[in-house]
């Protein structure tokens, strides 16, 4: 079993940076590989949109409404994947979820899912 648990969120005022990071944990087993990742950003009534995915080559792409103020980065030594946010609007504001494809051993058998987090809130004030 894996667990994505997000941090890093909060108030900020509008111009303002946060980073967000999203811990990958394997409960039972161990864990191989993170093959890609994203950040996802609800607001109510709202699907989840995605922001940022990073493939597990580095490969980085980006939402129009982000690019140039978020950046996503993904640390393969310690497991996490991290948002960085700039120039935050208060149309930023949202419940920010983290995704990974991840592949995990458990003695001989090997299991690839995706896997969420439960989400961080982000408020941005004007």
């Known amino acids: 079993q894996v667990e994505l648990a997000e941090s890093g969120g909060g108030l900020v005022q509008a111009g303002g940076s946060l980073r967000l990071s999203c811990v990958v944990s394997?409960?039972?087993?161990?864990?191989?590989?993170?093959?890609?990742a994203a950040w996802y950003r609800q607001t109510p009534g709202n699907q989840r949109e995605m922001l940022a995915s990073?493939?597990?080559?580095?490969?980085?792409t980006h939402a129009d409404s982000v690019k140039g103020r978020f950046t996503i980065s993904k640390d393969n030594v310690d497991n996490k994947i991290h948002l960085q946010m700039n120039s935050l609007r208060p149309d930023d504001a949202g419940v920010y979820y983290c995704?990974?494809?991840?592949?995990?051993?458990?003695?001989?058998?090997?299991?690839?899912?995706?896997?969420w987090g439960q989400g961080t809130k982000v408020t941005v004030s004007s």
């Open positions: 995704t990974a494809n991840i592949k995990t051993r458990r003695g001989a058998a090997l299991t690839l899912a995706d896997y």
């Open positions: 394997v409960v039972s087993g161990r864990l191989e590989t993170i093959y890609s």
């Open positions: 990073i493939s597990s080559s580095g490969y980085t």
